[in-house]
């Protein structure tokens, strides 16, 4: 599975910005699918997934509440809707594929998640 992300972008603060990722292949289906972020000189975090369905779908606590993840399978596609972003949530941002069994312990952990796109830069301006 290859993965492209896109979508990043500067935006002020209270602002949105909507991240999608194009997967290769014809396994996107069997994948679940997750986003990450890495800051500037910090490790890299979850911040949400979305199982092979799109039945269930998981949430970093920073994040709740003001993003929302989802997928198209007949697209191979994965997005990630953030709204009312803040400076914090300025990062690099990298869409992940899976195909191991996950738990809710497992979801957040990024060694888990076997294909990573190239990331994509969001900057939020105060």
């Known amino acids: 599975v290859q993965l492209q992300a896109s979508g990043g972008g500067r935006v002020q603060a209270e602002g949105s910005l909507r991240l999608s990722c194009a997967a290769s292949g014809r396994t996107f289906s069997t994948r679940h699918m997750a986003w990450f972020r890495q800051a500037s000189g910090k490790e890299r975090e979850f911040v949400a997934a979305?199982?092979?369905?799109?039945?269930?779908?998981y949430y970093a606590d920073s994040v709740k509440g003001r993003f929302t993840i989802s997928r198209d399978n007949a697209e191979n596609a994965v997005y990630l809707q953030m709204n009312t972003l803040k400076p914090e949530d300025t990062a690099v941002y990298y869409c992940?594929?899976?195909?191991?069994?996950?738990?809710?312990?497992?979801?957040?952990?990024?060694?888990?998640?076997?294909?990573w796109g190239q990331g994509t830069q969001v900057t939020v301006s105060s």
């Open positions: 979305i199982s092979r369905s799109g039945g269930g779908t």
């Open positions: 992940a594929a899976a195909a191991n069994i996950m738990t809710d312990s497992t979801w957040p952990e990024s060694r888990e998640y076997d294909y």
